[in-house]
């Protein structure tokens, strides 16, 4: 991104699996906090085709999402395993998969307490935090500016995340926050329902859009200047 030389560099934090993902990784691919980056130029081509390799079979192939899906659903699992046990996460398994097979309508997502998003004090969060302080020391050591687009799930907008305290280390580290909690909020039920997936955490179309035009004004504050 250095080459671009930007003014402001927006961090999309997702709080269904960001905090799982900077630990689960950890040890396992390199370690920015040591700065230890798999970044050479060689590397960054043949994953860049690589990436677009497999937008494009996703795009083109019905099977390619099939087995992709499926591994998804696998990681799933091994994840709500490692929370929750395995009998429990296998019985939650077949009872969607059941669901599926009736052609029932999909059940609402419940939120998992269990899961690391929660506890603000864990060593997942302590690692996050930790991170987010890195690329803030390094994008100001660029000239830039560092913002924090802050995404929930629609499973955590009914539950209470440590939100408050996500905001007060922001602002304690000079950090700008972006934020789709207020507007979640301020929705009735009928129109938050449609911004997501039915049975999933995903966006519509119209979540999509909803998101982006509550996220452009900030954004152009940011940097001074009109959103068009």
């Known amino acids: 991104v250095r080459k671009y030389r930007p003014d402001l560099v927006v961090l999309g934090f997702y709080w269904g699996n960001d905090v799982w993902n900077n630990s689960a990784k950890l040890g396992r691919a390199p370690n920015p906090l040591r700065d230890d980056y798999d970044a050479t130029p060689f590397t960054r081509r043949v994953r860049g085709m690589q990436r677009a390799f497999a937008r494009w079979v996703w795009n083109h192939s019905l099977a390619y999402q099939f ?48 899961m690391p998003e929660y506890d603000w004090q864990s060593p997942d969060w302590e690692l996050t935090r930790e991170l987010i302080v890195k690329l803030a020391r390094e994008v100001r050591g660029d000239g830039a500016r560092l913002a924090v687009l802050s995404m929930p799930a629609n499973i955590h907008v ?50 999509h859009a909803l998101a982006a035009r509550h996220t452009v004004k900030p954004l152009a504050a940011l940097l001074g200047s009109e959103p068009r």
């Open 67 to 114: 087995v992709r899906t499926g591994v998804d659903h696998v990681q799933e699992l091994r994840r709500q395993a490692r929370l929750h046990g395995w009998s429990r996460a296998l019985g939650e398994q077949w009872s969607v998969a059941r669901d599926r097979m009736r052609g029932a309508p999909a059940a609402p997502l419940e939120p998992r307490l269990g």
């Open 158 to 207: 009914i539950e209470r995340l440590p939100r408050e305290d996500f905001e007060r280390f922001l602002a304690g580290s000079r950090i700008a926050m972006l934020d789709l909690f207020d507007l979640y909020l301020s929705q009735d039920r009928a129109v938050f329902q449609r911004q997501f997936i039915p049975g999933d955490v995903h966006w519509t179309a119209e979540g």
